[in-house]
Protein backbone atom coordinates (compact mmCIF):
# COMPACT_ATOMS: atom_id res chain seq x y z
CA UNK A 1 0.00 0.00 0.00
CA UNK A 2 1.39 3.51 -0.70
CA UNK A 3 2.19 5.33 2.48
CA UNK A 4 1.39 9.43 2.93
CA UNK A 5 4.64 10.21 3.43
CA UNK A 6 3.48 14.23 3.23
CA UNK A 7 1.69 14.21 6.24
CA UNK A 8 3.32 14.19 9.71
CA UNK A 9 4.21 11.12 11.45
CA UNK A 10 1.08 11.25 13.77
CA UNK A 11 -0.95 11.92 10.66
CA UNK A 12 0.95 9.32 8.32
CA UNK A 13 0.39 6.77 10.39
CA UNK A 14 -3.49 7.02 10.76
CA UNK A 15 -3.32 5.21 6.81
CA UNK A 16 -4.80 0.99 8.08
CA UNK A 17 -1.98 -1.28 7.03
CA UNK A 18 -3.75 -4.00 4.30
CA UNK A 19 -2.49 -7.12 5.98
CA UNK A 20 -2.83 -9.96 8.78
CA UNK A 21 0.45 -11.53 9.45
CA UNK A 22 2.37 -13.44 12.15
CA UNK A 23 5.95 -12.54 12.64
CA UNK A 24 9.05 -13.50 15.41
CA UNK A 25 11.13 -13.98 17.40
CA UNK A 26 11.20 -10.05 16.97
CA UNK A 27 14.41 -8.64 17.05
CA UNK A 28 15.11 -6.99 20.75
CA UNK A 29 18.04 -4.27 21.58
CA UNK A 30 18.33 -3.84 25.01
CA UNK A 31 17.41 -6.61 27.48
CA UNK A 32 13.62 -7.91 28.08
CA UNK A 33 12.99 -8.17 31.82
CA UNK A 34 13.01 -11.61 33.47
CA UNK A 35 9.94 -11.12 34.67
CA UNK A 36 7.80 -10.19 31.90
CA UNK A 37 5.28 -13.13 30.76
CA UNK A 38 2.32 -12.38 28.96
CA UNK A 39 0.42 -10.73 26.14
CA UNK A 40 0.33 -7.33 24.88
CA UNK A 41 -2.82 -6.61 23.36
CA UNK A 42 -3.72 -3.67 21.50
CA UNK A 43 -7.04 -2.61 19.26
CA UNK A 44 -7.38 0.26 16.71
CA UNK A 45 -9.74 1.28 13.77
CA UNK A 46 -8.04 -0.44 10.29
CA UNK A 47 -10.37 0.57 6.92
CA UNK A 48 -10.57 -2.15 4.61
CA UNK A 49 -10.60 0.80 2.05
CA UNK A 50 -8.32 3.99 3.13
CA UNK A 51 -9.72 7.16 2.93
CA UNK A 52 -7.99 10.32 4.36
CA UNK A 53 -11.07 12.53 4.79
CA UNK A 54 -12.56 9.32 7.31
CA UNK A 55 -12.64 10.17 10.93
CA UNK A 56 -9.92 8.91 12.91
CA UNK A 57 -12.62 6.84 14.82
CA UNK A 58 -13.79 5.10 11.72
CA UNK A 59 -12.47 1.98 10.48
CA UNK A 60 -13.02 -1.91 11.60
CA UNK A 61 -10.86 -3.26 14.44
CA UNK A 62 -7.79 -4.80 14.11
CA UNK A 63 -6.59 -6.23 16.88
CA UNK A 64 -2.54 -6.62 17.58
CA UNK A 65 -0.66 -8.97 19.92
CA UNK A 66 2.88 -9.14 21.12
CA UNK A 67 3.84 -12.57 23.64
CA UNK A 68 6.33 -12.63 25.36
CA UNK A 69 7.50 -15.58 26.17
CA UNK A 70 10.67 -17.42 26.48
CA UNK A 71 13.08 -15.02 26.41
CA UNK A 72 11.44 -13.16 23.08
CA UNK A 73 8.51 -11.48 21.33
CA UNK A 74 6.38 -12.33 19.04
CA UNK A 75 3.04 -10.70 16.96
CA UNK A 76 0.12 -11.64 15.27
CA UNK A 77 -2.67 -9.50 13.84
CA UNK A 78 -6.25 -9.69 12.82
CA UNK A 79 -8.76 -8.03 11.53
CA UNK A 80 -12.15 -8.25 13.85
CA UNK A 81 -14.13 -9.89 11.67
CA UNK A 82 -17.88 -8.38 12.62
CA UNK A 83 -20.95 -8.62 10.39
CA UNK A 84 -19.63 -4.92 9.10
CA UNK A 85 -16.61 -6.25 8.53
CA UNK A 86 -17.79 -9.65 6.34
CA UNK A 87 -20.52 -7.57 4.57
CA UNK A 88 -17.36 -4.93 3.23
CA UNK A 89 -15.35 -7.13 2.50
CA UNK A 90 -17.93 -8.97 0.16
CA UNK A 91 -19.21 -6.34 -1.84
CA UNK A 92 -16.44 -4.14 -1.83
CA UNK A 93 -18.23 -1.02 0.09
CA UNK A 94 -16.25 1.72 1.67
CA UNK A 95 -19.24 3.63 3.12
CA UNK A 96 -20.51 1.19 5.96
CA UNK A 97 -18.15 2.24 8.85
CA UNK A 98 -18.24 5.96 8.54
CA UNK A 99 -18.14 7.36 11.97
CA UNK A 100 -21.40 8.50 13.76
CA UNK A 101 -23.77 6.86 11.73
CA UNK A 102 -24.95 3.91 10.82
CA UNK A 103 -24.35 1.84 7.61
CA UNK A 104 -25.88 3.22 4.61
CA UNK A 105 -27.35 -0.41 4.25
CA UNK A 106 -29.07 -2.63 7.07
CA UNK A 107 -26.83 -5.44 7.75
CA UNK A 108 -27.79 -8.24 9.05
CA UNK A 109 -26.62 -9.35 12.94
CA UNK A 110 -24.97 -6.11 12.78
CA UNK A 111 -22.50 -6.09 16.11
CA UNK A 112 -20.26 -2.84 15.10
CA UNK A 113 -16.76 -2.25 14.20
CA UNK A 114 -15.35 -3.56 17.41
CA UNK A 115 -12.56 -1.12 17.03
CA UNK A 116 -11.70 0.69 20.13
CA UNK A 117 -10.85 -1.32 23.41
CA UNK A 118 -9.63 -4.98 23.77
CA UNK A 119 -9.57 -6.92 27.59
CA UNK A 120 -9.64 -10.68 29.54
CA UNK A 121 -12.69 -10.69 31.33
CA UNK A 122 -14.26 -14.10 32.74
CA UNK A 123 -11.60 -15.98 30.33
CA UNK A 124 -13.12 -14.25 27.32
CA UNK A 125 -10.76 -12.32 25.05
CA UNK A 126 -13.34 -9.36 24.20
CA UNK A 127 -13.00 -6.66 21.57
CA UNK A 128 -15.00 -3.59 21.80
CA UNK A 129 -16.90 -0.58 21.06
CA UNK A 130 -19.18 2.40 22.12
CA UNK A 131 -21.93 1.55 20.17
CA UNK A 132 -22.40 -2.44 20.61
CA UNK A 133 -21.79 -5.06 22.59
CA UNK A 134 -18.48 -7.10 22.56
CA UNK A 135 -16.83 -9.18 19.97
CA UNK A 136 -15.27 -12.47 21.36
CA UNK A 137 -11.92 -13.37 19.83
CA UNK A 138 -9.68 -16.36 20.32
CA UNK A 139 -7.09 -15.57 22.93
CA UNK A 140 -4.13 -17.10 21.17
CA UNK A 141 -5.15 -17.02 17.15
CA UNK A 142 -7.21 -13.91 17.69
CA UNK A 143 -10.02 -15.81 15.85
CA UNK A 144 -13.16 -13.87 16.10
CA UNK A 145 -15.90 -16.05 17.53
CA UNK A 146 -19.03 -13.75 18.27
CA UNK A 147 -20.95 -11.31 19.68
CA UNK A 148 -21.21 -12.03 23.43
CA UNK A 149 -24.61 -10.75 25.37
CA UNK A 150 -23.41 -12.41 28.89
CA UNK A 151 -26.46 -14.99 28.68
CA UNK A 152 -28.73 -12.61 26.50
CA UNK A 153 -28.77 -10.28 29.82
CA UNK A 154 -27.52 -7.67 27.80
CA UNK A 155 -28.49 -6.04 24.27
CA UNK A 156 -27.98 -2.53 22.85
CA UNK A 157 -24.66 -0.05 23.53
CA UNK A 158 -21.80 -1.38 26.03
CA UNK A 159 -18.80 1.07 26.78
CA UNK A 160 -15.35 0.46 25.21
CA UNK A 161 -14.11 1.43 29.22
CA UNK A 162 -15.33 -1.11 31.23
CA UNK A 163 -13.10 -0.98 34.98
CA UNK A 164 -11.96 -4.11 36.34
CA UNK A 165 -12.62 -3.60 40.54
CA UNK A 166 -9.38 -4.59 41.75
CA UNK A 167 -10.93 -6.22 45.46
CA UNK A 168 -13.69 -8.41 42.94
CA UNK A 169 -12.88 -8.86 39.42
CA UNK A 170 -15.81 -8.00 38.41
CA UNK A 171 -16.41 -5.71 35.22
CA UNK A 172 -18.18 -2.76 35.52
CA UNK A 173 -19.74 -0.92 32.69
CA UNK A 174 -22.78 1.39 30.77
CA UNK A 175 -24.51 2.12 27.85
CA UNK A 176 -25.39 4.87 26.74
CA UNK A 177 -27.55 6.10 23.68
CA UNK A 178 -30.86 3.93 24.40
CA UNK A 179 -32.74 2.39 21.86
CA UNK A 180 -32.19 4.14 19.31
CA UNK A 181 -28.58 5.01 20.04
CA UNK A 182 -28.69 8.65 19.88
CA UNK A 183 -31.07 9.22 22.79
CA UNK A 184 -30.54 10.31 26.69
CA UNK A 185 -30.98 7.09 27.82
CA UNK A 186 -28.26 5.09 30.16
CA UNK A 187 -27.72 1.46 31.73
CA UNK A 188 -25.27 0.80 34.31
CA UNK A 189 -23.92 -2.36 35.40
CA UNK A 190 -21.18 -5.05 36.32
CA UNK A 191 -20.30 -8.66 35.20
CA UNK A 192 -18.99 -10.77 37.56
CA UNK A 193 -16.17 -13.46 36.76
CA UNK A 194 -18.24 -15.86 36.14
CA UNK A 195 -19.99 -13.67 33.23
CA UNK A 196 -23.03 -13.06 34.94
CA UNK A 197 -24.43 -9.57 34.54
CA UNK A 198 -25.43 -8.62 38.37
CA UNK A 199 -26.80 -5.01 38.53
CA UNK A 200 -28.46 -3.37 35.64
CA UNK A 201 -30.03 0.16 36.98
CA UNK A 202 -31.40 2.04 33.66
CA UNK A 203 -31.59 6.11 34.18
CA UNK A 204 -31.49 9.07 31.84
CA UNK A 205 -28.21 11.35 31.32
CA UNK A 206 -29.70 15.27 31.33
CA UNK A 207 -29.97 14.94 27.44
CA UNK A 208 -27.96 13.14 25.03
CA UNK A 209 -24.52 13.07 24.21
CA UNK A 210 -21.57 11.43 23.50
CA UNK A 211 -20.18 9.29 26.53
CA UNK A 212 -16.94 7.81 26.30
CA UNK A 213 -15.58 7.19 29.07
CA UNK A 214 -16.74 6.74 33.12
CA UNK A 215 -14.66 6.29 36.67
CA UNK A 216 -15.55 4.49 40.05
CA UNK A 217 -14.78 5.06 43.31
CA UNK A 218 -14.98 2.50 46.55
CA UNK A 219 -19.47 3.28 46.66
CA UNK A 220 -20.15 5.11 43.43
CA UNK A 221 -20.00 5.36 39.56
CA UNK A 222 -19.50 8.69 37.88
CA UNK A 223 -20.29 9.52 34.77
CA UNK A 224 -18.89 12.67 32.64
CA UNK A 225 -21.77 13.85 30.38
CA UNK A 226 -20.23 16.91 28.80
CA UNK A 227 -21.98 19.04 25.64
CA UNK A 228 -21.18 17.21 22.41
CA UNK A 229 -24.73 16.26 22.19
CA UNK A 230 -26.40 13.58 19.94
CA UNK A 231 -29.47 14.48 17.87
CA UNK A 232 -30.69 11.83 15.49
CA UNK A 233 -33.11 14.45 13.98
CA UNK A 234 -29.95 16.18 13.22
CA UNK A 235 -28.34 12.73 11.39
CA UNK A 236 -31.32 12.32 9.37
CA UNK A 237 -31.18 16.18 7.92
CA UNK A 238 -27.63 15.33 6.96
CA UNK A 239 -26.11 17.15 9.69
CA UNK A 240 -23.55 15.56 12.15
CA UNK A 241 -24.77 13.40 14.65
CA UNK A 242 -22.32 14.37 17.23
CA UNK A 243 -22.03 18.33 18.01
CA UNK A 244 -20.84 20.61 20.25
CA UNK A 245 -23.49 22.82 22.17
CA UNK A 246 -21.56 24.34 25.24
CA UNK A 247 -24.87 26.31 26.18
CA UNK A 248 -25.83 22.91 27.89
CA UNK A 249 -22.67 22.98 29.81
CA UNK A 250 -21.42 19.49 32.16
CA UNK A 251 -22.50 17.23 34.35
CA UNK A 252 -21.63 14.49 36.69
CA UNK A 253 -23.98 11.69 37.19
CA UNK A 254 -23.17 9.68 40.71
CA UNK A 255 -24.57 6.41 41.37
CA UNK A 256 -24.43 4.43 43.95
CA UNK A 257 -22.72 1.06 43.38
CA UNK A 258 -24.77 -1.07 45.58
CA UNK A 259 -27.85 -0.27 43.62
CA UNK A 260 -29.23 2.01 45.72
CA UNK A 261 -30.78 5.33 44.92
CA UNK A 262 -31.13 7.47 41.96
CA UNK A 263 -28.33 9.32 39.84
CA UNK A 264 -27.37 12.29 41.74
CA UNK A 265 -26.65 15.18 38.63
CA UNK A 266 -23.90 17.50 39.78
CA UNK A 267 -22.85 20.47 37.48
CA UNK A 268 -19.84 22.06 36.28
CA UNK A 269 -18.34 24.24 33.36
CA UNK A 270 -18.39 23.36 29.37
CA UNK A 271 -15.88 21.23 28.59
CA UNK A 272 -14.65 17.52 27.43
CA UNK A 273 -13.54 14.18 28.34
CA UNK A 274 -12.56 11.47 26.71
CA UNK A 275 -10.44 9.75 29.09
CA UNK A 276 -10.37 9.40 32.72
CA UNK A 277 -6.99 8.15 34.50
CA UNK A 278 -8.71 7.50 38.12
CA UNK A 279 -11.06 8.18 40.32
CA UNK A 280 -11.52 7.90 44.74
CA UNK A 281 -13.56 9.31 47.13
CA UNK A 282 -13.48 10.21 51.06
CA UNK A 283 -15.74 11.05 54.09
CA UNK A 284 -15.78 14.82 52.45
CA UNK A 285 -15.00 14.29 48.52
CA UNK A 286 -15.01 12.66 45.57
CA UNK A 287 -12.17 13.22 43.39
CA UNK A 288 -12.06 12.21 39.31
CA UNK A 289 -8.63 13.16 37.61
CA UNK A 290 -9.54 13.43 34.07
CA UNK A 291 -7.56 14.53 30.53
CA UNK A 292 -9.98 17.58 29.84
CA UNK A 293 -10.42 19.48 26.40
CA UNK A 294 -11.24 22.81 26.34
CA UNK A 295 -13.98 21.55 23.64
CA UNK A 296 -13.87 18.07 21.75
CA UNK A 297 -11.43 18.03 18.73
CA UNK A 298 -12.10 16.55 15.28
CA UNK A 299 -16.03 17.82 16.12
CA UNK A 300 -17.82 20.32 14.67
CA UNK A 301 -20.89 23.16 15.43
CA UNK A 302 -24.15 21.79 15.04
CA UNK A 303 -24.23 23.46 11.16
CA UNK A 304 -20.96 21.40 10.85
CA UNK A 305 -18.49 24.08 10.88
CA UNK A 306 -15.25 22.76 12.51
CA UNK A 307 -14.22 23.88 16.29
CA UNK A 308 -11.59 26.34 16.32
CA UNK A 309 -9.25 26.54 19.61
CA UNK A 310 -9.82 22.69 21.13
CA UNK A 311 -6.20 22.77 22.21
CA UNK A 312 -4.89 20.02 24.11
CA UNK A 313 -6.21 17.60 26.84
CA UNK A 314 -4.60 18.92 30.04
CA UNK A 315 -4.71 16.73 33.28
CA UNK A 316 -7.01 17.79 35.58
CA UNK A 317 -8.97 17.15 38.86
CA UNK A 318 -12.53 17.30 39.15
CA UNK A 319 -13.70 17.83 43.07
CA UNK A 320 -17.32 16.93 43.85
CA UNK A 321 -17.16 18.50 47.70
CA UNK A 322 -20.55 16.84 49.67
CA UNK A 323 -20.22 18.94 52.55
CA UNK A 324 -22.07 21.41 51.13
CA UNK A 325 -25.55 21.92 49.52
CA UNK A 326 -24.65 23.00 45.89
CA UNK A 327 -23.85 19.96 43.08
CA UNK A 328 -21.43 21.73 41.54
CA UNK A 329 -17.90 20.51 40.59
CA UNK A 330 -14.77 22.18 40.30
CA UNK A 331 -11.89 21.72 37.69
CA UNK A 332 -8.28 22.28 38.73
CA UNK A 333 -5.17 21.29 36.62
CA UNK A 334 -2.75 19.41 38.64
CA UNK A 335 0.28 18.86 36.48
CA UNK A 336 1.63 20.88 33.43
CA UNK A 337 1.60 18.39 30.79
CA UNK A 338 -1.13 17.85 28.34
CA UNK A 339 -1.49 14.49 25.75
CA UNK A 340 -4.30 11.77 26.42
CA UNK A 341 -4.72 7.64 26.80
CA UNK A 342 -3.71 8.38 30.21
CA UNK A 343 -3.23 4.86 32.41
CA UNK A 344 -2.67 3.75 36.05
CA UNK A 345 -1.24 0.90 38.20
CA UNK A 346 -5.00 -0.94 37.46
CA UNK A 347 -4.62 -2.39 40.67
CA UNK A 348 -5.53 0.97 42.59
CA UNK A 349 -8.59 1.64 40.24
CA UNK A 350 -11.35 3.39 42.12
CA UNK A 351 -8.94 4.09 45.06
CA UNK A 352 -6.21 6.76 46.49
CA UNK A 353 -3.44 6.73 44.16
CA UNK A 354 -0.04 7.89 43.59
CA UNK A 355 1.35 6.95 39.82
CA UNK A 356 0.03 7.62 36.41
CA UNK A 357 1.50 7.38 32.78
CA UNK A 358 0.28 9.04 29.79
CA UNK A 359 0.89 9.87 26.04
CA UNK A 360 2.16 13.17 26.00
CA UNK A 361 2.73 16.37 24.06
CA UNK A 362 6.54 17.91 24.54
CA UNK A 363 6.51 21.63 24.74
CA UNK A 364 7.07 22.38 21.22
CA UNK A 365 4.58 20.26 19.13
CA UNK A 366 2.34 22.13 16.51
CA UNK A 367 -0.72 20.71 17.29
CA UNK A 368 -0.62 18.62 14.46
CA UNK A 369 -1.89 15.63 17.12
CA UNK A 370 1.91 14.35 17.76
CA UNK A 371 2.11 12.23 20.74
CA UNK A 372 6.02 13.18 20.96
CA UNK A 373 6.73 12.12 24.94
CA UNK A 374 5.70 9.53 27.38
CA UNK A 375 4.82 10.70 30.76
CA UNK A 376 5.11 9.42 34.26
CA UNK A 377 3.33 12.03 36.88
CA UNK A 378 4.12 10.94 40.35
CA UNK A 379 1.17 12.79 42.16
CA UNK A 380 3.15 13.61 45.41
CA UNK A 381 5.24 15.61 43.41
CA UNK A 382 3.08 16.35 40.00
CA UNK A 383 4.97 19.17 38.96
CA UNK A 384 8.69 17.23 38.91
CA UNK A 385 7.43 15.23 35.56
CA UNK A 386 9.46 12.07 34.47
CA UNK A 387 9.91 12.31 30.50
CA UNK A 388 10.94 10.37 28.04
CA UNK A 389 11.12 12.67 24.82
CA UNK A 390 10.93 10.51 21.29
CA UNK A 391 13.04 11.64 18.09
CA UNK A 392 11.51 13.81 15.44
CA UNK A 393 8.39 12.12 13.62
CA UNK A 394 8.06 9.43 16.15
CA UNK A 395 4.80 9.16 18.07
CA UNK A 396 3.51 6.27 21.18
CA UNK A 397 0.64 5.37 21.45
CA UNK A 398 -1.05 4.79 25.26
CA UNK A 399 1.38 3.62 27.55
CA UNK A 400 -0.14 0.40 29.34
CA UNK A 401 1.55 -0.76 33.42
CA UNK A 402 2.68 -4.37 33.89
CA UNK A 403 2.89 -4.76 37.44
CA UNK A 404 6.27 -6.69 38.29
CA UNK A 405 4.71 -9.32 40.58
CA UNK A 406 0.81 -9.09 42.40
CA UNK A 407 1.68 -8.09 45.73
CA UNK A 408 4.60 -5.42 44.06
CA UNK A 409 4.51 -1.82 45.58
CA UNK A 410 2.54 0.74 43.03
CA UNK A 411 4.11 1.57 40.60
CA UNK A 412 6.85 -1.00 40.51
CA UNK A 413 6.94 -2.71 37.31
CA UNK A 414 7.35 -1.54 33.22
CA UNK A 415 5.28 0.43 30.94
CA UNK A 416 4.83 -1.10 27.32
CA UNK A 417 4.46 1.51 24.49
CA UNK A 418 4.31 1.04 20.78
CA UNK A 419 5.82 3.71 19.11
CA UNK A 420 5.55 4.85 15.06
CA UNK A 421 9.27 5.32 13.59
CA UNK A 422 8.72 8.26 10.84
CA UNK A 423 11.67 7.60 9.37
CA UNK A 424 11.67 4.08 9.04
CA UNK A 425 7.96 3.87 8.22
CA UNK A 426 8.06 0.76 11.08
CA UNK A 427 6.99 0.95 14.66
CA UNK A 428 8.80 -0.49 17.92
CA UNK A 429 7.38 -1.91 21.02
CA UNK A 430 9.50 0.15 23.81
CA UNK A 431 9.71 -1.42 27.90
CA UNK A 432 10.40 1.10 30.52
CA UNK A 433 10.97 0.76 34.51
CA UNK A 434 7.86 2.15 34.86
CA UNK A 435 8.96 4.93 37.60
CA UNK A 436 12.31 5.71 35.72
CA UNK A 437 10.59 6.75 32.20
CA UNK A 438 13.39 9.35 31.68
CA UNK A 439 15.94 6.74 31.65
CA UNK A 440 14.94 5.73 28.08
CA UNK A 441 14.07 2.21 27.32
CA UNK A 442 15.49 -1.28 29.34
CA UNK A 443 14.31 -2.99 25.67
CA UNK A 444 13.36 -1.72 22.41
CA UNK A 445 11.07 -4.69 20.53
CA UNK A 446 11.43 -4.53 16.76
CA UNK A 447 8.71 -4.63 14.08
CA UNK A 448 9.11 -4.94 10.60
CA UNK A 449 6.21 -3.25 10.08
CA UNK A 450 4.13 -0.06 11.15
CA UNK A 451 1.33 -0.69 13.91
CA UNK A 452 -1.32 2.00 13.04
CA UNK A 453 -2.10 4.43 15.40
CA UNK A 454 -4.88 2.76 17.60
CA UNK A 455 -6.62 3.37 21.03
CA UNK A 456 -6.50 1.12 23.83
CA UNK A 457 -4.59 -2.48 25.15
CA UNK A 458 -4.39 -4.45 27.96
CA UNK A 459 -1.49 -6.72 29.44
CA UNK A 460 -2.80 -10.40 29.90
CA UNK A 461 -0.35 -12.03 32.35
CA UNK A 462 0.65 -15.39 32.06
CA UNK A 463 -0.21 -17.15 34.96
CA UNK A 464 -4.09 -15.68 34.33
Not at 110 to 124: E, F, K, P, S
Not at 337 to 354: K, L, Q
Amino acid sequence: MNERLDMDGYRANLAPIDFETDCGPLPVRGELPSGLAGVLVRNGPNPLHPDPARHWFAGHGMVHRFEFANGGVTYRNRWVRTQRWVAERAGGAADVTAFGAPPEKAIPGDDGVANTNVLMHGNRLLALEEAHLPVELHSRTLNTLGQVDFGGALQGAFTAHPKVEPDTGELLFFGYGGPDGLGAGMTAGSIDTGGHVTHLPRFDAPYASMVHDFAFSARHLLFPVMPLTASAARMRAGLPPYAWEPQFGSFVGVLRRDGSGEVDWWSGPACFVFHVMNAWEDDACIYIDVMQFDAPPDFTWPDGRAIDGAGHARLCRWTLDRRGQERVFTSTIIADVSGEFPRIDERFAGRPYRHGWLAAHSGDDDGGGLFSQITHVDHANPRALDNYRLADGDATSEPVFVARTIDAAEGDGWILAVVYRGAEQRSDLLVFDALQVAAGPLATVENPHRVPNGFHGNWLAARD
